[in-house]
């Protein structure tokens, strides 16, 4: 224990435990994603590798998003949380625009011009987005800058109110009617920065209540068509919702098949798994087990063990961004980081809590393992965001300006961070040539009489004053 204390004493301890934990879970999904869709892939066009590699460029895109955000300073991340907000709600509208033409003019895949819409996903040609993803991210910066702004206000409900709840429920409707999940996880962002801005406790008892009621009303609306819901038909949501209170052996071929299905590969991998690659759940028993279902899958072939290493990964990723909202200085970037690591644990707790079942299903891909490009893009930009204010805590910033990498490190991985407590001061003004010295005039004047004392000055008292 000594010796760990040591360890995470280091100044830079911050930045490799997030580096570290984050590109082993990264190595860990794209091996994961391999082993699940191999077999599918194989069967589909012969092409067993065709999911990897579309998952590996996605991850070189990631990364290059994780170099970017590393070397931008907390200044930019301020400026541009109103703009990536605008862009996250404007492709969101467009989204919930072409399905709604789509159900109105009957499209069994719903399109407008050259855009297709399909639940969460917008396509432009070969182009796929998801702008819930984006909307994760732009919440974190505008929310973060908007309440270092406030500062105290947020005392009073009538600031804490606006603009903050009616932009969140904006971004709840035109994301959770057609996606529960992500709009638990942009709810857990605000929680997550409310709670770092120290709020009030029961300001978190009304935002619990009308989350509640929020939740709700949208499981209603899948008997009206939300999601993938239809008119008429079950109510989806709610048959998940009371599918996880049930016994999945007596509701499996009914409502629990998916939940039945993954409890018997976790069952199946035991303790130590079956072998990496060797799952027989993936062979189209296992509905999603290339995504909302990949846990199920690390069970069955890597078994307890393998589970165990993925949690205390998430462990540790967790640890790494408290640890860099505790240190760091600045307000927007303590507000920012537990946003961030709020959005990252409560979203693979979420998942994983609906593999194993003890919550209901939602849909949620598990950070960094599921097969997805748009999530794996966005999370990978704001662990380098969340890299670039671990290298600005002030023991950080003073370790390396103390020893600085060489200049093409600098160059090619990341700046310098700017050390804590530095200000520029103003450079004084050049005293004009001839006068007396600044410092020698106030002296003089220091050892003057008092005003009512001094005798002999010329002109009126308004000149003297002036």
């Known amino acids: 224990m000594s010796a760990l204390r040591g360890l995470l004493a280091r100044p830079l301890a911050s930045y490799y435990l997030l580096l570290s ?19 599918m892939d194989f069967a589909a066009d012969g092409n067993a590798s065709a999911s990897l590699a579309k998952q590996a460029v996605f991850a070189v895109i990631g990364i290059v998003a994780f170099w970017a955000c590393q070397r931008l300073p907390a200044s930019t991340y301020r400026s541009v949380g109103r703009t990536v907000l605008a862009v996250a709600i404007g492709l969101l509208l467009v989204l919930n625009l072409v399905l709604a033409y789509g159900r109105l003019t009957g499209q069994q895949e719903p399109s407008l011009g050259p855009l297709q819409a399909h639940l969460n996903w917008l396509y432009l040609g070969p182009v796929q987005l998801q702008p819930s993803e984006l909307a994760k991210f732009a919440l974190v910066l505008w929310g973060a800058r908007l309440i270092v702004r406030k500062g105290a206000a947020l005392g ?15 971004l709840a409707v035109l994301v959770g009617y057609n996606d529960l999940g992500t709009m638990l996880c942009l709810l857990a962002i605000v929680v997550g920065l409310l709670w770092a801005a120290g709020v009030r406790g029961r300001v978190f008892a009304v935002l619990s209540a009308v989350g509640l009621a929020g939740i709700g009303l949208l499981i209603a609306a899948a008997s009206l068509g939300a999601g993938s819901g239809e008119r008429d038909a079950t109510n989806y949501r709610f048959a998940r919702l009371t599918s996880f209170l049930e016994d999945p052996e007596k509701c499996k ?17 035991g303790w130590f798994g079956v072998g990496l690659g060797k799952s027989s759940l993936k062979w189209a028993w296992l509905p999603e087990a290339h995504n909302d279902f990949i846990f199920a899958i690390i069970a069955e072939e890597l078994g307890v063990v393998g589970c165990t290493v993925v949690l205390v990964l998430f462990a540790v990723l967790a640890y790494s961004g408290l640890r860099i909202a505790r240190r760091v200085e600045d307000p927007f970037r303590r507000l920012a980081a537990a946003a961030v690591t709020t959005w990252l644990v409560s979203q ?11 919550l209901p299903i939602t849909g949620l891909p598990l950070p960094f393992i599921s097969d997805g490009g748009s999530a794996l893009v966005v999370t990978l930009a704001a662990v380098g965001m969340l890299a670039s204010f671990a290298r600005a805590e002030p023991d950080a910033a003073r370790a390396l300006h103390a020893r600085p990498p060489a200049r093409w490190v600098r160059l090619v991985w990341a700046p310098l961070p700017p050390l804590p407590g530095r200000r520029r001061r103003p450079a004084t003004p050049p005293a004009p040539r001839g006068s007396v010295p ?6 003089e004047d220091d050892q003057a009489a008092p005003r009512g004392a001094r005798t002999g000055r010329a002109g009126t008292a308004s000149e003297r004053r002036r």
């Open 21 to 39: 934990s984050a590109g082993l879970l990264l190595m860990i999904g794209l091996t994961m994603v391999f082993s699940a869709t191999s077999v």
């Open 438 to 443: 600044r410092s020698r005039a106030r002296r």
């Open 348 to 358: 693979a707790a979420i998942n994983i809590g609906g593999v194993v079942g003890l």
């Open 253 to 269: 071929l009914d409502g629990c098949w998916q939940i039945y299905q993954g409890r018997l590969a976790i069952e199946h991998g």
């Open 156 to 170: 009073w409900w009538k600031e804490l109110a606006t603009p903050l709840f009616p932009v969140v429920g904006l």
